[in-house]
């Protein structure tokens, strides 16, 4: 009878695909002959206030919920299914927007532009799981974020990551954020949304380039688990960040480490420290010759990177619509046997003198070499900090989790047999 | 053992439905690129069946059979070409639920078959050795990023800066929008004087006016850079100079001339002349007043006498230019001066007595310091350059041209600075820096009186008894269409992005579509026309030989706004200010504007 109940509810499972194609079939599309009219173009409107409301509330529920499945009740089952919820309703149902994410640019926006006022939800979006991570450790990420829940669902054979292919891919989500700052900063794109992989999936009209980034992410998430969160999210920088001085974190074990190994490969992102008494074998003063000259270089990285990306500014620059404009109307006889970018074609709608657009250009140009040399310096204190943290050494005699990478997914604490009072059962 | 039976069985369902939804999945990947690949490569109205029955049909326009072929493959290609785009969504849609169907069943396997947790078998991970491998990488990878950022930053050509910067420098008043077809906006600069727009005027230079000054004034023929466009606001459209009406002053000219009235700041400048008598004038604009006249005289190699000229021309034609750091006045007899803005004289020359059985009449213009004069006369025609400081040759050019009695205009085309002039039989385009020849074309003779008109990369030249045509600039440049329908031989076109507005000395004038010189409307008026067209605050200014300013909207259709009279015949292009325009009559100088 369960066998038959089960097959029943596969059946229904797989006709709904036909079922949805069918969906899809009722409306006719446009007919050239019927005589159809485009609808005209409107800017979509602002969500309700009200939903706006709800959606903060369920975000500061699902944070909650969360925080508390991994600390109190340390529940793997509660914090998947708390994922699974947060990627029908943030990534589906929301369609990935507003995501915590790309609110980074809107308040960057918000700082370098008076005349842009940011919407309270999306401040909301940008703090609140901040603020969490700070008392809490990263349960955003663990179980509300929907990149995170989707890049999760597909790990099924997670391998511990070379250490190589760490060192390579761990300065993406700096590089990557600071970009990001700094394309806001100047008003010139949102790029974490322009570039976001699972948004065309959510809301199932990603062009075909963005499909094959998706895919390739999630095909390489069946191996490397969450390669976006951990090679790519710049909001996973400040979360990293924020995480290191969190008052309470997720712990592998409720009670005193028994040293038993088993949670030492549970976790897919490599994010537990493993128990380190030895000594360092190539001795203290190399490593603290090693750490004095980084150190000592680390300004010299700084101010390295500034000139690179102020060298770089211009073509930095290229992304901003402003300076794009002024690039085709300074070599008009470039495009002279093209039809007329659209740009172009909108700026003579516009009716703006030549100079105002050179002079915002221009601007433009000035806010990028600014900008460029923060960014350069940024990357390259990044590094230098890296490096100088490679040096750096935590002894300890426990497992732990690293409280920065740490997503706080709480697969470990399955592993974990000790209870509070005493030994558990690990279930199989 | 039931139990255990059963739980395989689920299992093995399980399996077998994921590897079939996985299996559909990858089916549906793969249609989807193809599909995907051929919409790419699909261009549905331009197949070359397509192609080739559109030729036959232009070769027998009458064939409706072939029409109707035309048009049922058109539907057929359309169709299948969106029914593809149907099938790369719908393949979209069954590939994210095969896929999703995969994922469930393979989540339940995960958690049903969840390991039981082991020990790793022997030696610990050796953490020295990862971190030691780990720190190699990071150092290798900041080498990279360092290598490549270095190589990225030395190579990198910062280019766009310089030329953006002298790009907003130099622009000045003309061509004050690539496309100035919305003729509304042609009062921006107004706007920009007053706002925060300076970037690149910030660092001018001291010798010479930002492009936010030339803007803001008028300091040339036909405004700004001489394209007939005036970047102001609030023009009035009426008046009455007869019952001084909205006349804010009238003051009576001392000599008598043809030159248009340039205006810098509160200051009006125009010259007059007699055949003995040569004077520089400047007028308060605020008052009227005369501040200063000076005599233009005392110049060494100015001719004794004074040249025989037409009475239509005069002794001094050409009108005069500024750089508000000093005043420049030529005379028919080729005398040139140079006065500061208190009419003390900084440098005077004589160019020599100019072969032009008329009279010269070309106006001065400035580029950055360098004050230009075209001197086209019989057998010698030339265009130079001069310093505005000191009055030496920068540059002269040879032209091989007949003599020409129309004036020079500087236009921005986007990427550069170009000096337009037009004479029997060219217009030839040169850089206002160094006078090297751009490009030119022939298609113009006769006795040239009217200046070109340029907007959005085309110019327009005309001349009576010769023709219209309309010059795409570049090298070569391209004539996009020509009309001899309408012409003028005195005042010169007016062109926006949309528009060419052609006022003859006959009283018509036309609008036409600048890109393809069809005509939008005609309108003849009953009186000569010698004034040339201004547009100001999206309108044009047509001031006829009675006094009358026929104010009419720049557009495709006809409409007059005003036709406001000065009570006094003119034949002078007139000047704008905010809020003010100043116009030369036969005798007075008016000042219009509310009070």
């Given amino acids: 009878m369960k066998k038959i109940r089960v097959i029943f509810i596969f059946v229904v499972l797989l006709s709904l695909q036909f079922m949805n194609a069918y969906g899809v079939q009722r409306f006719p599309k446009p007919d050239f002959e019927s005589g159809y009219l485009q609808p005209e173009t409107l800017q979509p409107s602002a969500r309700a206030g009200l ?15 969360v925080s508390w499945l991994v600390l109190k009740k340390r529940s793997r089952t509660g914090v998947f299914w708390t994922s699974v919820f947060s990627l029908a309703y943030f990534g589906f149902y929301r369609q990935g927007c507003v995501c915590s994410i790309g609110a980074i640019q ?19 979006f940008f703090i609140l799981p901040l603020v969490f991570t700070l008392f809490f450790g990263r349960t955003f990420c663990a179980g509300v974020c929907p990149f995170g829940a989707m890049q999760d669902l597909v790990s099924f054979r997670p391998q511990k990551p070379d250490p190589r292919l760490n060192a390579v891919l761990g300065m993406m989500p700096y590089i990557y954020l600071g970009l990001a700052v700094l394309y806001a900063a100047t008003g010139s794109d949102f790029i974490i949304c322009r570039y976001d992989p699972f948004v065309g999936i959510f809301r199932f009209n990603a062009s075909f380039g963005m499909l094959i980034f998706s895919g390739t992410l999630l095909v390489s998430g069946i191996f490397i688990a969450r390669p976006y969160c951990r090679y790519l999210c710049p909001y996973g920088v400040l979360l990293n960040w924020a995480s290191r001085f969190s008052w309470r974190h997720l712990t592998i074990t409720p009670d005193k480490c028994i040293q038993c190994r088993l949670c030492e490969e549970s976790c897919p992102y490599d994010a537990i420290d493993i128990p380190v008494v030895d000594l360092n074998p190539e001795g203290r003063s190399v490593t603290a010759r090693k750490l004095i000259l980084v150190s000592l270089l680390v300004p010299f990285f700084i101010v390295l990177g500034g000139w690179t990306g102020s060298r770089l500014h211009e073509t930095l620059a290229g992304v901003n619509g402003k ?31 030549l100079t105002v657009v050179y002079d915002e250009a221009a601007g433009v140009l000035r806010r990028f070499y600014t900008g460029g040399w923060l960014l350069g310096c940024f990357i390259g204190l990044v590094f230098g900090m890296i490096l100088a943290g490679r040096l750096l050494t935590r002894y300890s005699t426990d497992y732990t989790p690293n409280k920065g990478a740490c997503f706080s997914c709480a697969r470990c604490v399955d592993y974990c047999p000790v209870e509070k009072n005493g030994t558990k059962e690990v279930k199989p | 053992m039931m139990k255990n039976n059963h739980d395989t069985g689920h299992r093995g369902l399980f399996r077998t439905v994921a590897l079939i939804s996985a299996v559909f999945a990858m089916v549906m990947c793969v249609l989807i690129v193809v599909n995907y690949i051929q919409v790419k490569r699909t261009d ?105 950022a270095l190589v990225l930053g030395t190579l990198t050509h910062l280019e766009l800066g310089k030329r953006l910067e002298p790009a907003g420098l130099l622009m000045g008043g003309n061509n004050a929008t690539f496309n100035a077809g919305n003729a509304n906006n042609a009062g921006n600069a107004d706007n920009a004087d007053s706002g925060k727009r300076r970037v690149a005027v910030a660092v001018v230079t001291e010798g010479y006016p930002s492009a936010q000054e030339i803007n803001a004034n008028f300091a040339s023929f036909r405004g700004p850079g001489g394209d007939g466009i005036a970047l102001k606001q609030n023009t009035p459209t009426s ?22 009235p340039i205006i810098w700041n509160d200051r009006v400048f125009l010259t007059g002349a007699s055949e003995t008598t040569r004077e520089v004038y400047c007028f308060d604009l605020n008052s009227g007043k005369i501040i200063w006249k000076f005599p233009v005289d005392k110049i060494q190699g100015t001719p004794a006498k004074a040249p025989v000229v037409n009475k239509e021309t005069g002794q001094c034609a050409p009108t005069m230019t500024t750089d508000g750091r000093r005043v420049y006045a030529i005379f028919a007899n080729g005398d040139l001066i140079a006065l500061d803005m208190d009419g003390k004289k900084v440098w005077a020359k004589n160019l020599g007595l100019p072969a032009n059985h008329y009279g010269h009449s070309s106006s001065l213009v400035m580029y950055h310091d360098l004050l230009i004069i075209q001197y086209d006369q019989r057998g010698a025609g030339c265009v130079m350059a001069l310093s505005g400081k000191t009055g030496e040759v920068a540059w002269k050019t040879s032209r091989n041209v007949r003599i020409s009695w129309a004036s020079p205009i500087l236009v921005n085309t986007g990427s550069r600075m170009e000096l337009i002039l037009v004479a029997d039989p060219l217009v030839a385009s040169y850089n206002p820096a160094d006078g090297k020849e751009l490009w030119k074309m022939e298609c113009i003779s006769g006795e040239v009186g009217p200046s070109v008109a340029y907007a959005d990369g085309v110019v327009f030249s005309v001349n009576d008894y010769a023709k219209l045509a309309a010059v795409e600039i570049g090298d070569p440049p ?86 406001p009279q000065l009570g006094e015949g003119s034949v002078c292009t007139p000047a704008f200010a905010s809020g003010r325009i100043v116009i030369r009559g036969d005798k007075s100088l008016f000042c219009i504007g509310k009070p």
């Fill in chain 2, 239 to 260: 008046w009455d100079g007869k019952g001084m009406k909205n006349i804010l002053w009238k003051t009576e000219v001392p000599l008598p001339g043809f030159n248009s």
């Fill in chain 1, 323 to 353: 300076v794009r404009l002024a690039k085709i109307l300074l070599e008009p006889e470039r495009y002279r046997d093209q039809p007329e970018p659209f740009e172009v074609t909108a700026y003579k709608s516009s009716g703006k003198p």
């Fill in chain 1, 106 to 124: 809107n308040v960057t926006l918000a700082l370098f532009d008076k005349s842009y006022v940011i919407p309270l939800a999306v401040l909301a």
């Fill in chain 2, 478 to 563: 391209k004539l996009l269409w020509e009309d001899n329908e309408y012409l003028s031989d005195i005042p010169s076109p007016l062109a926006t992005g949309k528009y060419l507005f052609l006022a003859t000395s006959y009283g018509t004038v036309v609008c036409y579509d600048a890109r393809k010189g069809t005509k939008y409307w005609v309108h003849e008026y009953d009186t000569p026309i010698y004034a040339s067209p201004i547009l100001a605050n999206g309108k044009v200014y047509l001031l006829d030989k009675k006094g009358v300013m026929h104010i009419v909207k720049a557009d495709q259709t006809y409409a007059v706004v005003g036709e």
């Fill in chain 2, 44 to 148: 549905p109205l331009n197949t070359p069946v397509m192609k080739a029955l559109v030729e036959r049909l232009q070769g027998n326009p009458g064939d409706d059979q072939l029409r109707q072929q035309i048009r049922e493959l058109d539907l057929l290609a359309r169709k299948a070409f969106f029914t593809t785009q149907w099938q790369v969504r719908m393949g979209g849609y069954l590939l994210f639920f095969s896929l999703l169907i995969a994922v469930i069943c393979l989540k339940y396997l995960e958690m049903r078959e969840k390991p039981v947790p082991e020990a790793p078998q022997g030696e610990k991970t050796d953490f020295w050795n990862d971190r030691n491998i780990n720190r190699s990488w990071v150092a290798y990878t900041g080498i990279g990023i360092v290598v490549l």
């Fill in chain 1, 51 to 65: 939903l706006a409301i709800m959606d903060v509330s369920v975000l500061a529920l699902a944070l909650a919920l």
